[in-house]
């Protein structure tokens, strides 16, 4: 398989994460609907899905390119646990977690993927003063008087809603207002998403067709507001590391890990309530059966001397859906090497 660093550039709010179960979803409707995006036509690899992944997308991250065009990934913290000394007193434990819980960012180098354990997160704060460097005056201003509550990379906002009977398109006898929390992302700020792809099944160029599709009609939640709209950047094939002496993978998308291919594992969970998309979503019943998955940052460790052979691991997840059988969810997620040891 190929690996690709996929450059998004948001250009609306989002109603729904871009986190890389969703994305291949929304992906998948693209080669349903577009015959030509993959060789063999879509039925066929979806078929193949749960021993072969036409394709893998991880979640999307914040991204910063200095002045000399290196590109640094902002990935989520690996969910380890925090060692603090037996004969610190509590008071201090408690502030000291508190202080690197928010440092929930790692920063790393596009050339140093293989050496995650080594770099030290940052705040949410860092992370706001690092793209701030990287904007012009006249973009500074609108950011630059921000409180501090709220200088954040991500922001969450709510959007009013209101129920509407269609049959009459109006409120009816009562007025039911609702809200309905929506995702910012500061002005300006790239993201990254990686996605290793089958070239069996289709390559680069489909590949960001099917993406830009995606971007043009929107990605998510009320797609059809205006929501979930974004463009692509540069696309730039990766060398994926490979350490032998690594001894876990760190998740860069949810996942469902296979049964007994790992001694232990560190992650928090993350619960996906899922619902079908396109022409699905007008079915007799729209809904999935959820998903209990390990989100993004989750550190792996094999049952074994080794790390698996592929750049990813996790199952497909299948049996999800009354209204069409053949639906699955990605329960795979692209890894990298971790080295840091656990007793």
Known sequence: MKIYAI?????????TPLKGDTLFGQFCWQAALQDDLLDRGFK?????YPERPFAVFSSAFPQITDTAGTATYF??????????PPSMPRKIRAESRKREKA?????????????????????DRKLFALHLATLSDLEKRSLQDMPESRQKPILSANRAHNSIDRRTMTT??????????????LPGLELVVFAAIDEDALDMERLCRGLEAIGCFGFGRDASTGLGRFSLGEVEETDWPR??????????????PGPDRFCNHFSL??????????RLVLSSNPFKNPIVMADEGAVFYPDGDSLPDTPYIGTA?????????????????????????VS
């Open 75 to 84: 990935l989520p913290r690996p969910a380890m646990p925090m060692d603090f």
């Open 243 to 256: 350490l032998n002496k690594a001894e876990g993978c760190y998740t860069l998308a949810p996942c469902v």
């Open 172 to 185: 009816g006898k009562g007025f039911d207002p609702f809200s309905m929390e929506n995702i910012h992302y």
């Open 7 to 15: 450059t998004l550039k948001p250009e609306s709010p989002f109603g």
């Open 44 to 48: 066929h690899w979806v078929h193949l």
């Open 103 to 123: 440092r929930k960012w790692l920063p790393v180098a596009e050339n140093k993927l293989s050496d995650i354990a080594a770099c030290n997160p940052v705040t």
């Open 269 to 278: 969970p993350f619960t996906r309530f899922g619902k079908h998309g396109d």
């Open 317 to 341: 997840v299948t049996g999800l859906s009354l209204a069409e059988k053949k639906t699955v969810a990605q329960g795979y997620s692209l890894y990298l090497p971790f080295s840091r040891s």
